[in-house]
T-cell receptor
Framework: DAKTTQPPSMDCAEGRAANLPCNHSTISGNEYVYWYRQIHSQGPQYIIHGLKNNETNEMASLIITEDRKSSTLILPHATLRDTAVYYC?????????????FGSGTRLLVRP | EPEVTQTPSHQVTQMGQEVILRCVPISNHLYFYWYRQILGQKVEFLVSFYNNEISEKSEIFDDQFSVERPDGSNFTLKIRSTKLEDSAMYFCASNLDRSSYEQYFGPGTRLTVT
């Protein structure tokens, strides 16, 4: 039940913005878009989420297209510590909670 | 900051043996999950648990798997008779309530079946 597609890898220079795209053309109206990242096979770490509107927090910004078929995660000033695998995720509601459907991830390399 | 913990960090077992992976979710959380990640692949949902029962499970979660919350703090995943293809990283996660937006993941247990 693949719901998101991402480029397998990207790189950017330290201090520059990293823009990570994601396609989720089959997303349903009540399904949120989430982004997590994973450093070295550690547990996934929450970054940001959104439904329709663009969102910003202390880590990143999330831009969701009006038709909700794609989104972009923006790390405004990437640092070397941002090197990680970034997962675009659809949050699927269940009867009593929700589950996260992970994409294949984008391996981001931040170059010095 | 509260965190999800998992033990052991690495478990090696022989094919056909039973293993129990342990997790301590964040103390006031009510919803618990197991995910797994086969090496080089994406993270996959296995099962969710709420109010002392399974609320949803994936196709991967067959009769060989079971979950339990034996004492109000631990949350365990048991694999009854391990197979080579069960080798993976297993992540436990929890969230506070149905509307809370963040699932908190533990550091994972690497299971190696030989």
């Amino acid at each position: 039940d693949a719901k998101t597609t991402q480029p397998p890898s990207m790189d950017c220079a330290e201090g520059r913005a990293a823009n990570l795209p994601c396609n989720h053309s089959t997303i349903s109206g009540n399904e949120y878009v989430y982004w997590y990242r994973q450093i070295h096979s550690q547990g996934p770490q929450y970054i940001i989420h959104g439904l329709k509107n663009n969102e910003t927090n202390e880590m990143a910004s999330l831009i969701i297209t009006e038709d909700r078929k794609s989104s972009t995660l923006i790390l405004p000033h990437a640092t070397l510590r941002d090197t990680a695998v970034y997962y675009c995720i659809v949050r699927v509601p269940m009867d009593s909670s929700y589950k996260l459907i992970f994409g294949s991830g984008t391996r981001l390399l931040v170059r010095p | 900051e509260p965190e999800v913990t998992q033990t052991p960090s690495h478990q090696v077992t022989q094919m056909g043996q039973e293993v129990i992976l342990r997790c301590v979710p964040i103390s006031n959380h009510l919803y618990f999950y197991w995910y797994r990640q086969i090496l080089g692949q994406k993270v996959e949902f296995l099962v969710s648990f709420y109010n002392n029962e399974i609320s949803e499970k994936s196709e991967i979660f067959d009769d060989q798997f079971s979950v339990e919350r034996p004492d109000g703090s631990n949350f365990t995943l048991k694999i009854r008779s391990t197979k080579l293809e069960d080798s993976a990283m297993y992540f436990c996660a929890s969230n506070l309530d149905r509307s809370s937006y963040e699932q908190y993941f533990g550091p994972g247990t690497r299971l190696t079946v030989t």
